[in-house]
């Protein structure tokens, strides 16, 4: 999925650069390192079913990792 519209969709902020993503909502704070799979939410780490990509242009990610911002 589209990382930054999905995200501020939900209400949160959405910040990139070449090696990672960060959301932020309320408290939260995701981090998405790009090309791994893994999340990192309030300093907890789990593992995604997929793997964070940049084209160039554009942040994909796996919709579970959307999931994660409430």
């Known amino acids: 999925?589209?990382?930054?519209?999905?995200?501020?969709?939900?209400?949160a902020k959405f910040a990139a650069d070449t090696k990672v993503i960060t959301v932020t909502k309320d408290s939260n704070k995701l981090?998405?390192?790009?090309?791994?799979?893994?999340?990192?939410?309030?300093?907890?780490?789990?593992?995604?079913?997929g793997v964070i990509v940049f084209n160039g242009v554009d942040y994909f990610v796996p919709q579970q990792?959307?999931?994660?911002?409430?």
């Open 1 to 11: 999925m589209p990382a930054k519209a999905a995200f501020e969709a939900k209400g």
């Open 31 to 49: 981090e998405l390192p790009v090309y791994k799979s893994i999340a990192t939410l309030n300093g907890k780490h789990s593992t995604l079913n």
């Open 65 to 70: 990792a959307i999931d994660l911002i409430q």
